[in-house]
């Protein structure tokens, strides 16, 4: 009996043991940082709802891109960064689905930041702040623990970056800290100051990065250990890397199934894949945050679903066309773009259908489904099948992963959503205008 005791506990110690390492930073590459989903066993955050907990990935999935309309409405009501406290992107934070940890700071504080490319400046709850997630979970940045903290002024270019809702003075005998204001989605809003630390990415220090120092927090949509912006703008990681990153990273998102296991985020050109197939990054002047490609055409099996080439043309002077996006959960078309793939895909299933959430072409897992296929300019991406298929746990429905844009937004914006890039290494290379794609198992 005592043997068996003894055992037991060895295996105990071992399983969680790995478990531990599982959710360890990997230190092979000091540029590379885990992206960890936000239900993970890995994440620091609270478990989901009992409610959610309890559902099949199909419910989980519902529950997480109930966000998605609010964020869609942020990304095409976006304008110029310098007419925005916190670049376009960043209005709807509710859909933290994946995060990375960083440091700030000397000594360093660690924090779960939101993984965002279609955000620019980055930004934490600072200690003291008033109405800043009390939970368990919750961390906030102390400025007097650390020996390179500084604050901003009005006078710095950084400031102006901001000051569409920054409360600078007009006039004054010295500049006055640089600070600014957000509303997020109608309900969550924030108060921050410019400031400037160390921060820390794997072994990576970049002395003097510019970032919001949260103070007043109302509303629940803030994340509550702050956001990491990997959009293109001025306030970006990768603008103020531009030497050490060389305006290159890449991720591999997880699967939402993935429970200890995470993805990774690798920075600066060393490390990214050799051989990789990419397509033209396009920049629109009116939304200069976001990563937009040029997506061509989609198949649905081996047809070409017919679409009206304007739908999907790319236009800078309207914001039409298509983007790459780490925040928005389900893939969201233009409504005549979907409604000719969802009419495809029903032709070749053949259905009955019915609807669930914010899928409307669900139907019984024995049909066989054809693959859909995304065609951009030199690139064809064929999606897996679980990228293109949400199951229900009992095994029992599928459902198409994609919907249309909100009618309650201006529908000209395309976009490809973290569910679609699920177990695939996305690179974006800014400098030389490309975005790459490869398959890659990251969970």
Excluded: W
């Excluded at 689905?97 to 490319?117: C, E, I, W």
């Excluded at 990768?238 to 991720?251: I, N």
């Excluded at 919907?403 to 976009?415: E, I, M």
């Amino acid at each position: 009996m005592a043997l068996l005791t003894t055992v037991f506990l060895f295996l105990s110690l071992l399983l969680s043991s790995a478990a531990a390492d599982t959710c360890s930073q990997p230190s092979d590459d000091p540029s590379r940082l885990s992206v960890i989903p936000i239900y993970s066993k890995c994440s620091p955050f609270p478990p989901p709802p009992p409610a959610v907990a309890t559902s099949s990935l199909l419910d989980t999935v519902n529950h997480l891109a109930a966000k998605d309309p609010a964020r869609l409405t942020s990304l095409v009501s976006a304008s110029a960064a310098a007419v925005a406290p916190i670049a376009p992107g960043q209005h709807l934070l509710n859909t933290a689905n994946y995060v990375v940890r960083v440091k700030l700071g000397s000594p360093a504080q660690t924090f779960a930041m939101v993984l965002d490319t279609s955000s620019d400046a980055s930004f934490v709850p600072c200690s003291p702040c008033s109405g800043c997630s009390s939970s368990s979970a919750a961390a906030a940045f102390s400025p007097n623990a650390s020996s390179t903290f500084g604050s901003l002024d009005c006078s710095v270019a950084q400031c102006s970056q901001v000051r569409g809702g920054s409360s600078c003075p007009a006039t004054g005998p010295e500049p006055a800290t640089c600070l600014f204001n957000q509303s997020y989605g109608g309900d969550s809003s924030l108060s921050a100051a410019l400031v400037t630390d160390s921060l820390t990415l794997g072994n990576d220090v970049v002395p003097g990065f510019a970032f919001g120092c949260v103070r007043s927090v109302s509303g629940g949509s803030i994340p509550p250990q702050g956001l990491l912006g990997l959009g293109r703008g001025p306030l970006s990681l990768l603008s103020q890397t531009g030497p050490l990153y060389s305006g290159v990273f890449s991720y591999c998102l997880p699967s939402f199934r993935s429970y200890y296991f995470s993805g990774s985020l690798k920075l600066g050109p060393v490390g990214q894949p050799k051989s990789i197939r990419t397509t033209p990054l396009l920049k629109n002047p009116h939304r200069p945050s976001l990563y937009y490609v040029n997506l061509t055409g989609i198949s649905v099996g081996r047809v070409r679903v017919p679409v009206d080439p304007k739908s999907l043309a790319f236009d800078p002077s309207t914001g039409a066309g298509t983007v790459i996006d780490s925040g928005t959960v389900i893939t969201r078309f233009v409504e005549p773009v979907y409604a000719a793939i969802r009419d495809e895909f029903r032709k070749q299933v053949k259905g009955p259908f019915s609807s669930l959430g914010a899928f409307d072409t669900c139907f019984g897992e024995a049909a066989e489904a054809p693959a859909i296929t995304l065609r951009f300019e030199g690139l064809n991406l064929t999606l897996p099948m679980e990228n293109s298929l949400i199951h229900s746990s009992s095994g029992t429905v599928a459902c198409l992963s994609m919907a249309a844009a909100p009618n309650n937004v201006n529908s000209v914006l395309n976009v490809i959503a973290n569910l679609q890039q699920q177990n695939l290494r996305i690179l974006f290379d800014v400098k030389n205008s490309v975005v790459g794609i490869a398959r890659e198992l990251c969970n």
